[in-house]
């Protein structure tokens, strides 16, 4: 009864377009623990306005422009207004003063929708406005950070090199000095954002292999931004190269405040203490559409929800996302008084990752043959969530981290 | 011009409906609260008025404590402040009462045509026969010229428009503004919100006329049987023989 009910496709074949009308987005978020009684009103208001933008916004068309491998870039004006660029950013410099765990609600909410479009709000945010108003110049921080909350410049970050991905500390990217600029050039992969990038922070070596940030613009010559296409995950989101070939950068451009591995490390902090949260929003969105399924599909005369089975799965969903909640609001109180390591934010992306990929696995097959189209968001999540576990640090290196952090031994080297 | 919005807090339409102390009381536990949407049509209107014409908008909600994240969100949207009456209202015409003490002083008092709850559909009413302010209710349409109001109000297979002057009750609901007009609070506003003031007052004194004996859910729906598109002479069989309403 179920499966039938539900599916719209229209096709114009002569057009050869497909368009996907999802159902309605009957969203609702689990809260198992009663968490939100830890939460503040403020945080509940956002939470709910960043929801209601994605119900009304993202649900409606994300399918199609997935199914399509395009980015949905008439997104960008809305998330932008709702306060999804740089929300911890002060208000003095265009971003709208909000907390840490007020900043974990958004991406949470946002991915609830899709990880790519929660990719480019975690970039602009983290890896964008962060590294420019941490270790960017007065001058720099007054120019490009109002610009790049209110939507009218977007940026992207590169550290990834086709022969450096999780030892970025390789990178082969570097700069001379010529006197009045830099000159730069290398190259840089897999970079969300880039074929339409306004605005590039790259990471790369001066003469005495020291790492420093470069704020790179659109229109330098000898800058190109080739698309990766192909992509079996985030498809929503554009991925490309940041190709620098003599590149000549102002030298008002370069980021005075850090250098070395450490600084795109703190903006890698940032980013991933919002995938861990992200994580949770598309775990969330799985089980509460495998959850309303079960309750629905009759199979022998009664909801496949009534049997043992599936009751073992989603029981054991709830139990995870449950986990992972209290994991990461009590994350996002140490964010708040920063206090919280690099360590603490790896065992939380790590765990929120992998605890959401595992659960859309099963969700998908509790939706048996209507979890693999597209007229439901699960299948959709567990690709995208390849992505998520990959960057930023694979499941791999965080656990090298984790293992660094009590053993006091480095074992990536 | 001074624009005053009822908003009454109630539960999102997606809530479970549950009732205590023998089915005389709502069960709020669990249950999400949201601006009604008549009155969420009404802010929209009010900040539309606040930017095209200049207007200061507050909002007031007759209430206990546990409303104000409603009165924050309206303050998030754009309302310039807020009034809580302190109290736990249980009919429309106590309701109407309190807040008629703080509408006297504003030009133009909107309000919802109901409630999505209780669905009294009285308090505006009530509202303006205490002020003495004119009173259109339905109204699917506003605008303002000076002290003159013209209003649309949907009537019966059509609609009609009207001319009145502030100050003025209306009752509103979808059409004075659409849903695509409505406005979701952004980071901004909602740290905007912290600074404006949300002020608590004590109610007056009054009666309630009505009080809530019990509540009862609607008959729980039955099983549904499916007919195939092609196959109508099942369908007039179940009708006829099962349903028997044909
Ligand atoms: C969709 C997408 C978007 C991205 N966006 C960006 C972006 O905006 N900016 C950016 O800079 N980068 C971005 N990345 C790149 C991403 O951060 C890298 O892919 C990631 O760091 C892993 O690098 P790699 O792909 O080169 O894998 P590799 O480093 O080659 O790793 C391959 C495998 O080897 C394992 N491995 C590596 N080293 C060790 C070790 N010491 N011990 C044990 N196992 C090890 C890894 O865990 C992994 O399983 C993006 C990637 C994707 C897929
Ligand atoms: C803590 C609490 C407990 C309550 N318990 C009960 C109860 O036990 N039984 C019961 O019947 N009702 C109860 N109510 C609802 C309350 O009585 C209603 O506000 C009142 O009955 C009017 O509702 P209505 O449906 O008649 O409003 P309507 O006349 O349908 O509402 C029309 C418009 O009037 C305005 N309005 C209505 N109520 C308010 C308000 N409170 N503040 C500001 N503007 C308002 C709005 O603009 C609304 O759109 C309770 C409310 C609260 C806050």
């Known amino acids: ?413 | 011009m001074k624009i005053l919005v009822c908003i009454s807090h109630v539960p999102d339409t997606t809530s479970k409906i549950n009732f205590t102390d023998g089915d005389s009381k709502f069960d709020t536990s669990g249950v999400q609260f949201i601006i009604n949407p008549n009155d969420e049509f009404g802010l929209t209107r009010a900040m539309w008025f606040k930017e095209k014409q200049g207007a200061e908008v507050t909002v007031v909600n007759v209430g206990e404590s546990s409303t104000e994240p409603t009165l924050r969100k309206a303050l998030a949207i754009g309302a310039d402040n807020a009034i809580r009456i302190n109290a736990a209202p249980t009919d429309g015409y106590y309701t109407a009462v309190q807040l008629a003490e703080v509408a006297k002083d504003y030009d133009l008092v909107i309000a919802g045509k109901e409630s999505i709850d209780y669905n009294g559909g009285m308090v505006p009413g009530i509202l303006a026969e205490l002020t003495g302010f004119n009173f259109i209710n339905s109204c699917i349409g506003l605008e303002v010229d000076g002290s003159t109001a013209t209003v649309t109000r949907e009537i019966d297979g059509g609609k009609e428009s009207l001319q009145t002057t502030l100050p003025l009750v209306i009752g509103g609901q979808k059409g004075i503004v659409e849903e695509k007009d409505l406005k979701i609070p952004n980071a901004r506003g909602i740290m905007m919100a912290r600074k404006k003031t949300l002020t608590v007052q004590e109610p007056v004194q009054s009666e309630t006329l009505t009080k809530a004996v019990s509540f009862e859910k609607p008959a729980a729906k039955g099983t549904v049987k499916l007919v195939e598109a092609d196959n109508l002479d099942a369908l007039i069989d179940l009708l006829h023989n099962e349903a028997k309403v044909i």
């Open chain 1, 1 to 413: 009864m179920v499966s039938k009910s539900y599916i719209f496709i229209f096709t114009l074949s002569n057009k050869q377009i497909k368009f996907i009308a999802m159902k309605p987005d009957l969203f609702q978020a689990p809260d198992y623990y009663n968490m939100d009684d830890l939460l503040s009103e403020e945080h509940k208001l956002i939470r709910q306005a960043t929801r209601d933008w994605v119900k009304k916004e993202v649900s409606p068309i994300i399918e199609q422009y997935a199914q399509n491998a395009e980015f949905p870039k008439h997104l960008l004006q809305g998330l932008a207004e709702l306060g999804a660029f740089g929300p911890y950013i002060p208000q003095e410099y265009g971003g709208a003063g909000l907390d840490q765990i007020s900043y974990g609600l958004i991406m949470q909410e946002i991915e609830r929708g899709d990880s790519g479009i929660r990719s480019t709000a975690s970039v602009q945010s983290s890896l964008v406005m962060y590294p420019i108003w941490k270790y960017g110049s007065e001058q720099q921080r007054k120019k490009f950070l109002p610009k790049l909350s209110s939507g009218e410049l977007i940026g992207c970050f590169g550290l990834t090199e086709p022969n450096h991905g999780s030892n970025p500390g390789g990178m082969e990217t570097k700069f001379t000095d010529a006197g009045d600029h830099y000159l730069l050039n290398g190259a840089k992969l897999w970079i969300s954002n880039a074929p339409f990038a306004d605005l590039a922070v790259v990471w790369a070596k001066d003469e005495n292999g020291r790492i420093h940030g470069l704020l790179v613009e659109r229109y330098m010559e000898g800058f190109s931004t080739p698309e990766t296409h192909n992509k079996w995950s985030l498809r929503a989101s554009a991925t490309g190269e940041l190709i620098f070939d003599n590149v000549k950068v102002p030298k008002e451009n370069l980021l005075p405040g850090k250098n070395g591995l450490g600084a795109p490390l703190g903006c890698l902090d940032s980013a991933r203490y919002g995938i861990a949260w992200g994580a949770i929003g598309a775990a969330m969105d799985c089980y509460d559409t495998a959850l309303r399924y079960a309750k629905e599909r009759i199979q022998f005369g009664k909801p496949i929800a009534a049997t043992q089975l599936q009751q073992k799965k989603l029981a054991e969903m709830i139990t995870e996302i449950t986990k992972a909640q209290l994991l990461t609001l009590r994350l996002g109180q140490l964010k708040n008084e920063d206090r919280a390591s690099s360590s603490q934010i790896s065992m939380a992306k790590r765990n929120n990752v992998q605890m959401a990929s595992d659960i859309a696995r099963e969700a998908r097959q509790i939706l048996g043959a209507m979890g693999i189209t597209g007229d439901f968001s699960i299948m959709r999540h567990m690709m995208n969530l390849e992505s998520v576990i990959t960057y930023e640090g694979t499941h791999d290196i965080h656990l090298l981290i984790t293992g660094a952090d009590i053993t006091g031994e480095q074992a990536f080297k």
